[in-house]
């Protein structure tokens, strides 16, 4: 049902910027949340950022707070990752994430446990 279209991945030096956008389609009603969310090999996916689609309240993880804005349309329907400051280690697969669970839950979007779809990935890398 619930479609996850990213793009605007690819490869920049550090120090560019990038912008993810994931686009939702077939929603059966307004996601809780939306999220991007990065894995590189041998290490556990984790939580970039995060915006809670009603309050658009927004979280991120330390690593790229300050350098990185996530924003929803009015249609709250795609969710935006503005990335500055790119640096190396910031290379890995992004993951867009929707959460549309109808039980209370805590975390959500904020852990891979706490996600309901998952788009197919895209490709950040940036060289030094």
């Known amino acids: 049902q619930v479609h996850l279209a990213e793009s605007g991945g690819g490869s920049v030096q550090a120090g560019g910027s990038l912008t993810l956008s994931c686009a939702a389609s077939?929603?059966?009603?307004?996601?809780?949340?939306m999220a991007w969310f990065r894995q590189t090999p041998g290490k556990e996916r984790e939580m970039v950022a995060a915006?809670?689609?009603?309050?658009?309240?927004?979280f991120y993880a330390d690593s790229v707070e300050g350098r990185f804005t996530v924003s929803q349309d009015d249609a709250k329907t795609t969710v935006s990752l503005q990335m500055n400051d790119l640096k190396p280690e910031d290379t890995a697969m992004y993951y867009c994430a929707a959460d549309y669970g109808l039980r209370a839950a805590r975390f959500r979007c904020l852990r891979p446990s706490v996600v309901d779809y998952w788009g197919q990935g895209t490709q950040v890398t940036i060289s030094s």
């Open positions: 915006i809670y689609t009603s309050e658009g309240r927004t």
């Open positions: 077939g929603q059966p009603y307004d996601s809780n949340c």
